[in-house]
């Protein structure tokens, strides 16, 4: 979360970035603003947490849930996978290393040239497609599965596009298993420390978080869904929710990515994993 009493660095600083509303934000206004901050914000990101998110591993999410030993997408060799959200495409080159022809999309060309020299160093290539996932420029029914990983859901103003965007690209009975910010961390201001603890917001409303400019606009925008919310717009799609998984923090896990801590973590879940079945 932007502290406009601290002298903005890195992205925010790049941006303009001024000051938090909390105020309606259209989908093009979302998509401009989210593009723009990605890009500006990819060499930061990948400096402080690519070391985590390795070259070619499956992270789920902070807690450290690894795809290797989850197996929420089952037996991956010789299927087709498209991860949504796929930033410099770690989870994409994990699926290509197992057997599947994965398919990475990203809205943010700046991730995607990570992604590019990750595919370079490490010999494996996925395909990366820039693309805002609530229109995907792929085929119906060309994928067994689709994923992921803290990408994209957080971050469009229409969670219902997305989800029937990714029903459409799917086969009959194909996954959909993706990982969110739990809902419930909504309510707690982003802050790994004491402060973090102390509800300030109300977990029902649904106002963006929005960083702007000088001039009002947005530099960055994020959406809260209640866990209601996920379950009536999975539904409306055509999917049926299979498992939900809440990681628990895991014992001796002492890395702090943003508002993630041992200290929250062991109060409250920090992540949600929605795994669920097209019909």
């Known amino acids: 979360m932007f ?19 909390h105020r309606h934000v259209e989908s093009a ?29 499956f992270v789920w999410c902070p807690e450290g849930v690894r795809e290797s030993e989850a197996g929420l ?41 990570h992604g590019v020299a990750a595919n ?3 010999g494996i290539h996925p395909a990366l497609v820039q693309a805002n996932a ?25 969670i219902e596009a997305v989800f029937a965007e990714v029903h459409r690209v799917l086969r009959p009975g194909g996954r959909w298993v993706f990982a969110v910010t739990h809902p419930l961390r909504w309510i707690f201001p982003d802050d790994p420390g004491p402060s973090g603890l102390t509800v300030t917001q109300p977990y029902f409303d649904r106002t963006p978080y929005v960083e702007v400019d000088d001039a ?14 996920f379950v009536r717009a999975l539904h409306g799609a055509g999917f049926v929710i299979t498992d939900l998984l ?31 079945r097209r019909d």
């Open 73 to 113: 997408l089952g037996d991956v060799a010789g299927t087709d996978i498209l991860e949504i959200g796929c930033g410099s495409a770690p989870c994409a080159r994990w699926l290509t290393a197992n057997g599947a022809r994965a398919v990475g999309v990203d809205l943010s060309a700046g991730m995607l040239r």
């Open 3 to 21: 502290d406009s009493s601290i002298p903005a660095t890195g992205a925010e600083a790049r941006l303009g970035t001024a000051g938090i509303a």
């Open 134 to 158: 609530e229109r995907l420029p792929l085929a119906e029914a060309s994928f067994d599965a689709a994923c992921s990983a803290f990408g994209a859901v957080p971050f469009v103003s229409s």
């Open 29 to 57: 206004e979302a998509v401009a603003a989210n593009l723009a901050w990605w890009d500006a914000d990819a060499d930061d990101y990948h400096a402080t947490h690519g070391e985590f998110l390795g070259d070619a591993d």
């Open 216 to 229: 009002g606009r947005a530099t960055y925008v994020e959406y809260h869904r209640t866990l209601g919310d």
């Open 246 to 276: 809440e990681p628990e923090w895991p014992a001796g896990h002492t890395r702090v990515w943003g508002q993630w801590s041992p200290l929250r973590g062991k109060l409250f879940p920090g992540t949600a994993i929605f795994c669920c």
């Open 120 to 122: 370079r160093r490490t």
